[in-house]
């Protein structure tokens, strides 16, 4: 009986065909379809952008669109590395981010008229009814009043205490203000 032996043209044969049905088991779903950068950039999803731009003011929204492009749109992975630290990829010259959502109007959408936005709260010197209380914070600030004891066992009295202490750092806080803007303009 001949004894069968492998030679080398069999071998490289066998390794090929291997890698190719290694790779057709594990390739992605669309990955026979072709696909340019550029229809990648297109599916890339604006909000996203805006959202991590957003977030990070430092990036650029091009930097951020090309990374959300590597990612396949993981903007969980693009947060996670500037948290920790690290640095984004700079695109390619060639690479076109999709518009924002704040940009032109298409041709379908009717742009209305633009009324100013009413602040959804109120400042917060209205919103506690502190208007009254203005003229006499610019009295008062020269005359601090002791601080009584830190914690009371009486409800009523603590609560008083901590809208006592919230009144008086908004009024602060509004001085500081007022203060802030009087010096920029005689430094103008």
Known sequence: ???????????????????????????????????????????????????????????????????????GGNAQAITETLLAGGTLQQPPTSFQIPPSRTATPSAGQRQAPRQPAKPAQPDLITRYNLASKLGQAAESSAVETPKGKAWSQDKN????????????????????????????????
């Open 1 to 71: 009986m001949a004894e069968q032996t492998l030679n080398i043209p069999q071998i490289i044969v066998f390794i090929a065909v291997t890698v190719l049905i290694v790779r057709w088991f594990l390739k992605p779903s669309g990955a026979g379809q072709p696909s340019s950068a550029s229809n990648r950039a297109a599916r890339l999803n604006p909000a996203q952008i805006d959202h991590l731009v957003q977030m990070f003011p430092q990036l650029d929204r091009r930097t951020v669109a090309w990374n959300l492009n590597r990612t």
């Open 157 to 188: 009295e603590r609560q008083a205490n901590l809208q006592r202490r919230r009144e008086e750092m908004i009024l602060a806080a509004r001085r500081k203000l007022e203060e802030k803007a009087k010096a920029e303009q005689k430094s103008a």
